[in-house]
Each structure stands twice: as C-alpha cells, then as structure tokens.
C-alpha cells in the first residue's frame, strides 16, 4: 500500500474535476510566504510529503493563519516538532458551518464502492453515510446524498443557504471516476468537505494505491 | 463457469433417478424416493440399489449402467462424495443433463472435502452436467409435481419460488406456504454453491414463466457482482426477496481508509440489494410475508392507503405504523366522507382510519369495502376487525349454556364473516387494488370463518398489522421502483 500526499491527491482528483481548495507547495519559508500572499490571507499550513498522512495527529495542521508574522511562528514551530518533514502545504482556508466526507472504496465481494457521510467532530458519534456500487449513473449519487439520516443539513442551515447539489454529485462523480479509471487505487478519502456557503469544496483528500 | 447451466431440464425432468435408494425410511435415499412417488411426478421414475429388487413397489437397478437409455435426464444423487463424483461419467452417459447431490462431506468439511468439491465441479463441467448441491436438502417444482428432496413438506402449487442457502430455512418457508395456503412454484436448497451459484438461480427464476416472485436466503457469496448484476437483471420485472444470514463477523475487513472503516459488510449488502432494485427482508419469516403478498395481490399504483377498522386501538396502532412507513395515511377524501356518512350512525371517526365505531349493520362492511377501494385516489386498504364475529360465533358454539337463539347468532356471524372475506377478495379483483387483511386470529383460530375464507382463497392474512403495514410498503417501493433500466 503507497499512499499519494495530500497534494498529489488532490491534483490527480482535480484531474476528475473534484473542487478543492486553492494551495500551493513550499519548500522554505520563503516559499511559504510567496505563496501564502498569492493564495491570501487567511491561510492553513500543513506538513505534506511522506509519511505525513496522519498530519493532525502529529501537530502537523495550523488553521486560520492571518498574517505573514503568524505565518513564520507556526512555521517554525511545525518544523521543531517534525523534523523529517520536507515540505508544507500552503492552503487557502474554507469557511464553512458544514462538514461531510465522501469515499471510493473497493469491497471484497462486490468491488467498487462510493461512499457519502455526515463529517466533522459529530461523525465519530454518529456514523451516518450512504454508498452505492459503482459504476452508477448520476441520479444514484443525488438519491445517496439524500439517504443521509443528516440530510437536513443539505438545506438552508443556520442563516447558511441550500447547498448546491449539482455540485456536491460533480465531486462524488470526480472521486468515483478517478477511483475506476486506475486499478491500483484501492482507496480514496476525501475528508472534509466544507460547505462554504453553498458551495462544497473538498479540503483534504487522500489516494491509496497498491 | 464455462458453460450455461440447465436448470430449466433440473426444474422440469422428462425423467428422474434417485441415485443410491435406501431401503430404510430414516435413509435420504428413501425418503427422496418417497416424496418423489407421493407428489405425483408423471415422467419415468427409477431407482438404483444393488442389493434389494425393489424399494416402495420400485424396481431398483443394479447400478446406473442398467437404468434405460434417454428414459431420465435429471439425476437425484443420494450417494457419499467419492461415490458421487465417480458415478457422473456413467450418468451422462445414459443421458443425464443435470443432478441435485445431496452429500455433506465437501467444502464445508475442510480441505479435503475442498479438494473433492473441486473433482466434483470440473468432472460436472467436462461432462456438460449441471449439478445443483453439494450439501443440500433437494429441490420442488410444483408444475412438474416433483419433490426431489429428503425433508418436508411437499407445498401447494403456485408462482413463488425460493433459492436458500439453508436447507432448513427453505423448510420453514415452505411449511409457512402450506399453512396459509401460498402457492410455491420452484424451492432449492442451494448447498456449497460448487457450480451453480445463487445468481444463475436468480437468473433462471427471472425467467421462468412459472415464477412471479423470488425469495432467496444468502449467507456467503461466490461472486458478489454477478450476484447484484443478477438481482438488477430480474428485479425490473419481477420482486426479488433477499434475506441475509451471517452479517454481524466484520473483524476481518482491513481498513486502511477511512471510507474502508464505514464500508461494514452489512452496509454495503444492503446497498447492493437496493441499489439493484430488489427487497430486502429482515428474516425469513418477513420475507415469506413479502413474498406472499406479492404473489396474492395486486400491486398498488401509489403510495395513498386507507385503513377500514372495527377495532379502534388496532387502528391507530396502524395509523402509528404508516405514519413510520414511507407509505401515505391519506386524508379522507370529502366526497367519500360524505357517501360513507349514508352508511354508518354520526359517531364514526369520519377520518382515516376510517373506525366504524360499532355503527355497522348486516350491510354495511360488504357495501363500504367496494365504496372505499373503489375511489379513484385510494391507492390500497388495510382492513382490521375481521373474525371479531366469528369470535363470538365461537363462544356460542362452544358454549355449555347454548339456546336456539345463540345459535342462530353464531350462524348469523359466521355467514357475515364469509360475506366480508368475499366482499374483500372481490373487491381488490375487481378494482386492481391490494387489500391488506391483519388479524391474530387467523392464528389463534383458524377455523374462524373470516380468515379462514381468506387463507382459503389463497389470500394472505396477516397476523399483525405491522407487518402488513412492511408488507405494503414494500409493494408501494417495488410500484414506484425508480432504479435503472426500469
């Protein structure tokens, strides 16, 4: 099992048409900088690279980064604290009140899979996702975001308007096609997706290989 | 699997041999011999055993070399798994294109019953032979009147048909079949799967004239994919009733992705037979009442059900249930209120349910079912109440006190039961429409004369109204079934 970074994930899902948020890899600080006052401020700084794919878990995520002077603090200190790290992630940061995930998966007795679910911290407490089959035609995915106990939250939320469907099934529709156009791909995580305002954009993605 | 297997020749034999006959009615090789002769099959019947000339007025043979050439072309094998495999070659040679093997002793017993298992399938594929089992219980095909199977009951004939993994679960439901009178056309207990799997059953049952409605029990998959691209074939033209066994051990799942930790066995089954457009049961028994509904009614154009009761808390004890379902407690419409107003006193509920609140007379029920079923946005009717006379008419019977006058009453409630049984069969015949009978006491007695015309005619009964309810809703789903290719 090989997995591609989050960087390399996200670019080949991109390739599927999979919306995700605007970033840019950095070797130095000053790399760093360019590219965080080209994506703007606010940003997130992320480990990338190897072995990097359980990134929260190694203090390897800094959200909400508003200033080059921030920028350098958080900077350093994720670099102290992972030596072995190479590179890092620039991200633009998404707002957004709503989180879901959504997956390919290849199941052993029936192959292909697609998954959606209800994300963030309530996701752990609650398991709520759907799946279908693939291949499958672009209805199955409207009627698996649907199928969601949660899926009230598709709807206006909290002063937040609906969100646009059309667009969360062009994302399922990237990931599941991505997942059959290689062989090798054994997985696909795409976690979180943020709904900011009505748009869903994919924030981080993980491609698991053979 | 290189060739097409021939379950139609299985299902419909010209000829059939029970392939090691017992002389001994605790032996399989009898008792398939016995339940083959007691249903009545027409075509030529042998037997072979080498040591006795003849079992049940049969003529045994020696050995299946004397058995008549072209006189059998399907094969019941009683024998252990050496023996079953060795005896293939001389029966294709006489003409045998398919055999049911009854033997355990093959992949279910460890490796060398795997390797056995394995002899057993190519030697089938090389001879062209199709071979249902290993490790099974047998097969019916009520339009063949053939019971090929070494356990009971032989069911009454009709249109649904059954592939179980479990022998057992296979005689649970056709016992079911015989006790409330549901007809069977083909029953299988599919064994080890060694060469023909639960798709290619699937697959035939789709289509086979003789079948209108499917049930199958699944526990372990040789191919998940073809079995969904089987249940996706059949399930556009006709109900596919899946139940599955053995869902609760997932240890063994690796899941290096997160999507890979939510994707339980469970889930992705469930997945798969919805997506496919089939119906998923909780257990054979609400499978069997799935399928008895489908097979005995006419499937509803919507999803609008109104409830006709004359027993308040099971009426609302349903309108709670529809209310869960995805089915629609319609509101009474104004007209309809108004003509059921000329039937009953004020004190009904004037609502769905529609409670007649004990204000009906000799009339009034045989006249309201075709006034109610009959309205052009009543989609379906659960009726509740029936065999409550006949309840009564019981007691009367039974009774130690009993005069001209009670019974005279017991016979009064008694032909009022039939006349409800009636009015119910007719008017769901007549209107196309389904209508869902529940009551325990076609249980508790079933004598009583309402469920008992019911179950009778060959309609279903159910013993609860949420189970009708499930039911129901089922059918509604499978009438708006929105998957592709439908």
Same mark, same amino acid.
């Given at each position: ?5 989050e960087?390399e994930?996200?670019r ?5 048409? /999979?919306?995700?948020c605007?970033?840019s890899v ?10 965080a ?12 690279g190897?072995? !990097?794919?359980?990134?929260s ?6 959200l ?32 957004? #009140? ?10 052993r007795?029936?192959?292909p899979t ?8 309530f996701a752990?407490?609650f398991?709520?996702?759907?799946f $279908? ?6 209805e199955? /995915? /409207?009627?698996?975001?649907?199928e969601?106990k949660?899926n ?8 937040e308007?609906?969100?646009?469907l059309e ?6 529709e ?5 997942? +059959?156009?290689d062989p090798s ?5 795409v ?7 009505? $748009?869903?954009i ?8 053979l | 699997?290189?060739f ?8 419909n ?24 002769l007691?249903?009545g ?6 037997? !072979?055993?080498? #040591? ?18 072209s %006189?059998i072309?399907v094969?019941?094998? =009683?024998?252990?798994?050496e023996?079953?495999?060795a005896? +293939? ?5 006489k003409g045998?294109?398919?055999g049911f ?5 093959f992949r279910e017993s460890?490796?060398?019953?795997t ?5 057993l399938?190519e ?14 219980? *047998?097969?019916?095909?009520t339009p063949a ?11 009454p004939t009709g249109?649904?048909s059954?592939?179980?993994?479990s ?9 079911q079949?015989r006790?409330?009178?549901? @007809?069977?056309?083909r029953?299988?207990?599919i ?6 799997d ?8 789709g289509r ?6 499917i049930?199958s ?6 191919n998940?994919?073809?079995f969904?691209d ?6 556009c033209?006709k109900?596919?009733?899946?139940? $599955? ?5 997932? @240890?063994?799942?690796?899941? %290096?992705s997160?999507t890979g %930790?939510?994707?339980?066995?469970? #889930?992705i ?6 997506q496919?457009?089939?119906?998923l ?15 005995t009614?006419p499937l509803p154009n @919507?999803?609008k059900?109104i409830?006709v ?17 995805? /089915? ?7 007209d309809?209120e ?8 004020p004190?009904w509920?004037?609502?769905n349910p529609v ?16 006034l109610i ?10 009726f509740?109440?029936? *065999? ?5 008419? $019981? ?6 006190v ?15 039961e039939k006349r ?5 069969i007719?008017?769901s015949?007549d209107?196309g429409k389904p209508v ?5 006491? @076609?249980?508790t007695?079933t ?11 060959g ?22 079934r929105?998957?592709?290719? =439908?």
């Open positions: 099992m090989k997995s591609l970074t960087f994930s996200k080949l899902l991109n390739e599927f048409g /999979l919306v995700s605007k970033e950095a070797k130095s600080f000053e790399e760093a900088s360019s590219a006052s080209e994506i703007g401020y606010p940003i997130v700084l992320k480990i990338s190897d072995g !990097t794919e359980h990134k878990e190694l203090g390897g995520v800094k909400g980064i508003n200033n080059e002077a921030d920028l350098s603090l958080a900077y350093n200190e994720m670099q102290i604290n992972n030596s072995e790290v190479s590179e890092f992630l620039i991200c633009e940061h998404i707002a957004g #009140k709503r989180e879901f995930i959504a997956g390919y998966h290849i199941d007795d029936f192959g697609l998954m959606f679910g209800l994300g963030g911290i752990e407490a398991t709520d996702v759907s $279908r089959l693939l291949p499958c035609p672009r199955e /995915l /409207l009627r698996m975001v649907h969601l949660s009230v939250l598709l709807n206006q939320f909290r002063s308007p609906d969100v646009d667009a969360l099934a062009d994302i399922l990237a990931i599941a096609e991505c997942g +059959l156009a791909i054994q997985a696909i995580d976690n979180p997706i943020l709904i900011n305002g009505n $748009r869903p994919a924030v981080d993605a993980l491609v698991i290989k | 699997m290189n097409q297997p021939n379950l139609d020749t299985l299902f034999p010209k000829g059939i041999a029970v392939i090691g006959a017992s002389t001994h009615p605790g032996k399989f090789g009898f008792v398939a011999l016995h339940n083959i007691a249903a099959f027409e075509g030529n019947v042998f037997a !072979t055993n080498p #040591k006795t000339p003849e079992i049940l007025g049969v003529q045994t043979l020696e050995s299946v070399k004397s058995i008549p050439e %006189s072309d094969a019941m094998i =009683c024998l252990g798994p023996q079953t495999i005896v +293939l070659p001389e029966l294709a040679e045998v294109k398919a093997v009854v033997s355990g002793g460890g490796f060398e019953g390797e056995l298992e394995k002899e399938v030697v089938a594929n090389s001879l062209e032979m199709t071979i249902a089992g290993p490790n099974g219980q *047998g097969f019916v095909s009147n053939l019971c090929s199977q070494i356990v009971s009951p032989y069911p249109n649904l059954i592939a179980s993994q022998g057992n679960i296979l005689s649970a439901m056709l016992n079949a006790a409330k009178n549901i @007809g069977i056309a029953a299988i207990s064994g080890n799967q060694a060469q023909v639960i798709a290619e059953y699937i697959r035939y049952f086979d004239p003789e079948t209108k409605v049930v029990y699944v526990e372990g998959l040789p998940g994919r073809d969904y089987s249940l996706k074939e059949v399930s033209g109900p596919v009733i899946i139940i $599955r066994g053995g869902t609760t051990s997932d @240890g063994a799942k690796a899941a %290096s997160h %930790s939510m994707a339980s066995d469970q #889930k089954f469930e997945t798969a037979v919805t496919a457009g089939a119906i049961a909780s257990d054979p028994n609400e499978a069997f009442e799935f399928a008895a509904a489908f097979a009614k @919507g999803r059900v409830v009761t004359t027993a308040g808390g099971w009426g609302v004890i349903t309108a709670d249930a529809i209310s869960r379902s995805r /089915l629609d407690l319609m509101e009474l419409p104004q309809l108004e003509q059921i107003n000329q039937f009953l006193p004190r509920s004037k609502n409670d007649l609140a004990g204000g009906e007379t000799r009339d009034t029920i045989p006249s309201l079912i075709p079923l009959g309205h052009p946005q009543v989609d379906s009717m659960i509740l109440g029936l *065999g409550i006379q006949g309840n009564v008419a $019981r007691t009367y019977k039974e009774s130690p009993a005069t001209a006058e009670t019974e005279k009453m017991a016979n009064f409630h008694i032909s009022q409800y049984a009636q009015a119910i007719k008017s015949k209107f869902f009978v529940a009551t325990e006491i @076609g249980i007695d004598h009583n004369a309402g469920p008992k015309a019911l179950i009778d005619a309609e279903t009964c159910f013993s609860s109204p949420l189970s009708a309810v499930k039911a129901l809703e089922a059918m509604a789903n499978f009438s708006h929105e998957h592709e290719g =439908c």
